[in-house]
């Protein structure tokens, strides 16, 4: 990537940034909240979030201070893959993209559901509820 591309793509992130605190101004303080305790900490921690909470970039930014986490996520976020996004599933299928450490996933039962995880992997395994398989 040149110099410019980078320049380019740090200049789009920030404009991002802009736009999601004026969107978003209590969740933005939130997410920079949780950065400050637990990102500067570098002890480890596992934390586990709600979609209101999580974005590929936050995900990141615990990876790189050796935290761990697992959540929920919208697909609304401008970094959630489009190959994920995008894909049609059927009940009982799964898809996911993986960023180094971070999975992104994306599976349906009755309705579908998107989390990111730092420590899980696709792996799938039958539960039984109320005397049912599911």
């Avoid at 978003?24 to 586990?48: A, M, N």
């Avoid at 401008?78 to 993209?97: D, M, N, R, S, W």
Wanted: charged fraction near 30%; aromatic fraction near 8%; charge should be negative.
């Amino acid at each position: 990537m040149s110099n410019s591309e980078s320049d380019e793509e740090a200049g789009l992130l920030e404009e991002e940034e802009e736009e999601n605190n004026q969107q978003y101004p209590y969740v933005c303080s939130l997410q920079e909240e949780v950065h400050e305790k637990f990102i500067f900490s570098g002890k480890g921690h596992t934390l586990y979030l709600d979609n209101s909470y999580t974005s590929p970039r936050l995900v990141d930014k615990l990876v790189k201070s050796k935290s761990d986490c697992v959540g929920t996520m919208s697909s609304y976020r401008k970094e959630f893959p489009q190959t994920v996004k995008l894909a049609k599933l059927k009940q009982g299928e799964i898809t996911a993209a993986f960023c180094g450490k971070q999975m992104v996933m994306k599976w349906k039962d009755k309705r579908e559901v998107l989390m990111v995880s730092t420590f899980h992997g696709t792996e799938m395994c039958e539960v039984e509820k109320e005397g049912k398989n599911s």
